[in-house]
């Protein structure tokens, strides 16, 4: 699903972010992205959103060359990923419906669609009674996990979080993990980037670590 | 919230959807393409509708704001609509004018009582010839002693200074006709009895020559404050771009185009220039009205039924488009410098 071959990413400030790095993760898969700060997590999650371009090599998405995508196509590969934040990215002018709703409406979803399949998201994450409140209203792991239902609303193939667990305690962020897991197993591929290693060494699931932009270590620790 | 129905939620992913794909469930495919085209062009359709009232309602949200910027397009628009109402009411007046035209013969001083009557019979029979008032040298000084407040000045006169006139009236088609009044003058001017004659249309040219610069200047004006209000809008609408630019970051990231980004803020620019197109034809309108009064005392005092002319109805329909369109173009303008640079980072 996800294909990177030999990608290096070079900020135009000289930090080079990404150094070569090849890995492949197939459709429905699982996977954590851990390391360092700096070591080129948030790259990797950017360049799979084309929020920035690889210096060499080639990404494979679905297979299709991102290389290849013109910018007028980017919004509309985009509508085939969700995302989850650290910083949630909620807009705090509107209620969790609309935040929710946003994934929808820029796709043009039928309004009565949109109703219904935001309430299936909100459900599944467990905020569907709190659909009109304002998001600022809402705790710590409900902005997250409203953030998750926003990615997840417009049913993506592939789901990318970086850092989702960032500021929760750990009962919360396992919360989080295991929706993230129950995502992957009707088939999105999932990818998570944390440095939260306690938390998902006890999940058994691959793990592929980075360093200085490279990939030093990839599998599921014993 | 309304607008959507609500329903039972849909249960979600609990099958892997790509299996068993119901007739129901949009297409996928990872080039987009989710959902048909009717549905899409329904869902355009309605997205415009939406936008039409949410745009409205962000700007009632904020009215000093949305009041400061479309009374500055509608001070822009109302000048040279004003410029246009006064060339207007002076064309309208000219060609009121333009029915008396009319020819002043002066008669040799030394004239007899019995060629001037055999002079107004030929004046009379003459084709080109309305009518003729015959103004006697008597009649012409106690006209001139009521009216100038000379009359002292003439007492110590020892003679009446002042010749016979004949005030010609040109059959209607020499009206506007200057070539044709022009000949008719030399023809008078070639009597014998005739010292001078005097066509009463050179203010006539004058005015329109005038009128030509005032339209001249009207449209220049006009121009010139166009682009003020392209200026005007533009900024207003860079400034609606700032203060929205977390809200265009994540609607960027989930897929949104640039097209669905600039729609709000196009929206809001036709808007300005609407709500400032409207504002500008009423503070016309007052304007006319305030000084419609002291110009029909005026008018009365001169004995014409000139009545002043307000835009009107169709007045209001080209200051509407007009303000559209300059709305539309400035925030255009700045739409399309500012929303391409906000990405996500």
Redesign the interface.
């Known amino acids: 699903m996800i294909q990177f071959d030999k990608v290096s990413k070079r900020y135009p400030t000289g930090h080079e972010a990404l150094n070569g790095l090849s890995l492949e993760l197939d459709a429905g898969e699982m996977a954590f992205l851990i390391g360092h700060s700096g070591a080129g997590k948030s790259t990797l999650l950017k360049l799979i ?1 084309l ?1 920035e371009r690889p210096t060499h090599g080639q990404l494979l ?4 060359n991102l290389n290849r995508l013109h910018r ?2 980017i ?6 990923i969700g ?1 989850v934040f650290q910083n949630h ?1 909620l ?1 705090f ?1 509107r ?1 969790a ?2 935040n929710v ?3 929808l ?8 669609e ?11 994450v467990g905020l ?1 009674d709190k659909e ?1 409140m304002n998001p600022i209203a809402l705790s710590g792991g409900e902005q997250q996990r409203l953030g998750i239902a ?1 990615a ?1 609303v ?2 993506p ?1 592939i789901l990318l979080a970086d850092e989702p667990t960032g500021n929760l305690d750990p009962e919360l962020s396992a919360e989080i993990m295991d929706l993230f897991r ?2 992957c197993e ?3 591929t999932v990818l998570i980037a944390t440095h939260d290693v306690d938390l998902i060494s006890r999940m058994g699931m691959r793990q592929l670590q980075l360093q200085q932009g490279r990939l030093i270590q990839d599998g599921v620790p014993a | 919230m309304n607008r959507y129905r609500r329903g039972k939620p849909e249960k979600m992913m609990v099958s892997n959807s790509r299996g068993g794909k119901s007739a129901k469930e949009p297409r996928r495919g990872a080039s987009g393409g989710r959902v048909s085209l009717l549905g899409k062009l329904r869902s355009y359709l309605q997205s415009h509708r939406h936008l039409f009232f949410s745009t409205v309602k962000r700007l009632a949200s904020e009215p000093i704001q949305t009041l400061m910027t479309s009374l500055v397009v509608a001070i822009a628009l109302g000048l040279p609509a004003v410029l246009y109402v006064g060339v207007v009411n002076l064309q309208q007046l000219g060609s009121r004018v333009e029915t008396t035209t009319q020819i002043t013969v002066f008669l040799k001083i030394d004239s007899s009582q019995k060629a001037i009557e055999q002079f107004q019979k030929n004046l009379i029979s003459e084709a080109d010839v309305d009518t003729v008032e015959y103004i006697s040298r008597q009649q012409a000084l106690e006209e001139f002693r009521i009216l100038s407040g000379f009359g002292d000045v003439l007492d110590m006169l020892d003679e009446n200074p002042l010749p016979p006139v004949f005030i010609v009236q040109p059959v209607a088609h020499f009206q506007r006709d200057l070539v044709a009044s022009e000949v008719l003058v030399a023809k008078l001017k070639g009597m014998a009895l005739v010292d001078d004659v005097q066509l009463d249309m050179k203010w006539m040219q004058r005015l329109q020559a005038m009128l030509v610069i005032g339209e001249r200047f009207a449209l220049s004006l006009g121009l010139a404050l166009a682009l003020g209000v392209l200026l005007i809008i533009g900024n207003t609408i860079r400034l609606a771009i700032e203060s929205r630019r977390d809200e265009i970051v994540v609607v960027k990231l989930v897929g949104g185009t640039n097209a669905y980004v600039r729609r709000p803020f196009l929206y809001t620019g036709i808007w300005y220039g609407v709500i400032g197109g409207i504002l500008a034809w009423v503070l016309v309108a007052v304007g006319v009205q305030w000084i419609s009064g002291p110009v029909a005392r005026l008018a009365e005092l001169y004995q014409s039924l000139f009545e002043l002319m307000g835009l009107g109805f169709f007045g209001l329909i080209v200051l509407l488009l007009i303000g559209a369109s300059l709305g539309l173009i400035g925030a255009w303008l700045a739409v399309a410098r500012h929303i391409s640079s906000i990405e996500p980072k």
């Open positions: 959103m929020m998405v679905n297979g299709k007028s196509q919004p509309y590969y985009r509508r085939n995302v990215q807009l002018d209620s419906f609309d709703a946003l994934p409406l820029v796709s043009g979803y039928q309004p009565r949109v109703g219904r399949r935001v309430r299936a998201a909100l459900d599944k569907l009109k926003r997840v417009h049913k193939r129950q995502f009707v088939g999105v």
